[in-house]
């Protein structure tokens, strides 16, 4: 009986991802698309002023994740230059993906649906697959203007700006949205989730705290469970998962298979990875510090070729500051880098003119 109300569940729940995703006008890409969101999916999260497109190429190149997204794109009262897609999501420009192939969505945040809808059908001409719509924001100046969590006491509002993109948008590209729980309370979560998901967002991302929660732990994952009740299309639990264990837990509180992935992802790089092949079953190998160090060069590397020489030791020593979570060897470097503004004085305590081999030996023996 027990395996037979599984093999219902699973077979509605691949009904509904298969109505998730609207049908776009060729076969093949539906397929695609189709088979791509029957999968448990793991997605890095958007992170304003973090996760520019540099630490998006890097860790997606470490593995393990399906999707990414842009930093919010703020839309106020026009339709934004190809200029700020070039800044903000510059993969458009290269098939929508990263070097490593993860598909790239992009998020925008206001509160005028048609001038969301404008902006929007303006990013797919571009080439954006997915467009995500930000209801989470907490910052005071982006709240005071009518943008992000301040949303979530508007139901009526949510349901009118996923319904504006969504009819203006091609048929093929899905509309998605990130929400909390809610801005002062969790009293309208629900009400925000079915606005949304009725209006037409065809997965949504809870990050399950409200505004005033903040970024303080715990987040709560039960309501990741009763949002998933409420609609019925996919829900990724999103907020404090930072191990493996976490996410355990997390998908058991939850109840969800999907998950995004924030700080906890970025303060170990391999976590995605790992919670990939737990769930396939394989063994879980945890990148040690010698093994990260190539991708902190090459972050460092790109870095130095796409900032000034005056900000890339800045995003060297915040993405630092955050691996010290995860990596006690961290400490020693990010102290020794703490002071210093030197891009080359920078490029030799990286060891990034040593071969690599000599560079791993030396990291061994430290
Ligand atoms: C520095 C920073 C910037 C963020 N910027 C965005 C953003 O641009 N868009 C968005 O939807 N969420 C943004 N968030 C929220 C994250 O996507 C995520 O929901 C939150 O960090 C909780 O997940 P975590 O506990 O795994 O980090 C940001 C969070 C942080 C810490």
Redesign the pocket.
């Known amino acids: 009986m027990d395996s037979l109300r599984v093999t219902v569940f699973h077979v509605v729940r691949l009904g509904v991802r298969w109505q998730a995703f609207h049908p776009g006008p060729c076969a093949a890409y539906t397929r695609r698309r189709f088979f791509e969101n029957f999968s448990m999916q793991i997605a890095l999260?958007?992170?304003?002023?973090?996760?520019d497109e540099i630490l998006r190429d890097v860790l997606t190149r470490v593995g393990g994740i399906d999707w990414c997204?842009t930093?919010?794109i703020r839309v106020t009262e026009r339709v934004l230059p190809v200029s700020t897609y070039q800044k903000l999501a510059p993969e458009l420009f290269s098939g929508a993906q990263t070097a490593a192939g993860t598909p790239l969505r992009v998020?925008f945040?206001g509160s005028d649906p048609q001038c969301l809808a404008d902006n929007a059908a303006f990013a797919c001409g571009l080439g954006a697959p997915v467009i995500?719509l930000?209801f989470?924001?907490p910052a005071k100046t982006v709240n005071k203007s009518r943008g992000g969590a301040v949303l979530l006491k508007e139901p009526e509002l949510l349901h009118a700006i996923v319904r504006e993109v969504r009819r203006t948008v091609p048929a093929g590209i899905a509309v998605t949205a990130?929400m909390r729980l809610g801005f002062e309370h969790k009293d309208y979560a629900l009400d925000c989730a079915r606005a949304l998901a009725e209006g037409g967002a065809s997965q949504l991302?809870v990050?399950a705290?409200t505004k005033v929660e903040g970024?303080k732990p715990p987040?709560h994952w039960e309501w990741v469970a009763r949002v998933q009740e409420a609609v019925r299309v996919p829900v990724f639990a999103?907020?404090?998962?930072w191990t493996l264990d976490d996410w355990r837990r997390c998908r058991e509180i939850s109840g969800v298979e999907d998950i995004?992935?924030?700080?906890?992802?970025v303060a170990r790089p391999d976590l995605a990875r790992q919670i990939a092949a737990a769930r396939a079953g394989q063994a879980v190998v945890e990148m040690d510090w010698v093994a990260l160090q190539p991708v902190l060069a090459d972050f460092w590397r790109q870095a130095r070729r796409k900032m000034s020489p005056r900000y890339a030791p800045g995003r060297l020593k915040q993405w630092l500051a955050m691996l010290t979570r995860s990596y006690p060897e961290a400490f020693a470097l990010f102290n020794a880098l703490r002071r210093e503004n030197d891009c080359s004085r920078i490029d030799a305590m990286l060891g990034i003119d040593l071969p690599l081999s000599k560079r791993q030996e030396q990291l061994a023996s430290a």
């Open positions: 999260a958007p992170m304003e002023g973090l996760v997204v930093e919010f998020q945040l995500d930000n989470g924001c990130k991302v990050h705290r970024y987040a999103n907020g404090e998962v995004m992935l924030g700080r906890g992802l």
